[in-house]
């Protein structure tokens, strides 16, 4: 069992940035691929991106690649995702979500768990 907890969201400016963390409780956190997803309003949840239990592989939605960017340190049992050059349709609940094959994580990846998520809103 793992539970997830994000946070780190708040308002900001266009242009600015914004660090998300993903808090993990619970055993084997590090054989966990873990992968970051937003729910913009109106809009189904999508997936934004994802790293393996390790961290040496990333992969990312096309919508926001090269702005942002997941990292994790297994000894704080937290991934991060560095948002850059935020932008107003960046407005989302972002949540992460586990995965125990976790050799990575894409868009196709079923979650095992789910964190609660934080909110983000970029104004313009």
């Known amino acids: 069992q793992v539970q997830l907890r994000e946070s780190g969201g708040g308002l900001v400016q266009a242009g600015d940035s914004l660090r998300l963390s993903c808090v993990a409780s619970?055993?084997?956190?590090?054989?966990?691929?873990i992968g970051w997803f937003r729910q913009r309003p109106g809009k189904e949840r999508e997936f934004v991106g994802g790293?393996?239990?390790?961290?040496?592989?990333?992969y990312y939605a096309e919508t926001i690649k090269g702005r942002f960017t997941i990292s994790r340190d297994n000894t704080k049992n937290t991934v991060d995702l560095q948002m850059d050059s935020l932008k107003p349709e960046d407005t989302a609940i972002y949540y992460c979500?586990?995965?125990?094959?976790?050799?990575?994580?894409?868009?196709?990846?079923?979650?095992?768990?789910w964190g609660q998520g934080t909110q983000v809103t970029v104004s313009s």
């Open positions: 790293i393996n239990f390790n961290g040496a592989t990333t």
């Open positions: 979500a586990a995965n125990s094959i976790g050799l990575g994580y894409i868009e196709t990846t079923d979650p095992d768990y």
């Open positions: 619970g055993r084997s956190f590090a054989s966990y691929a």
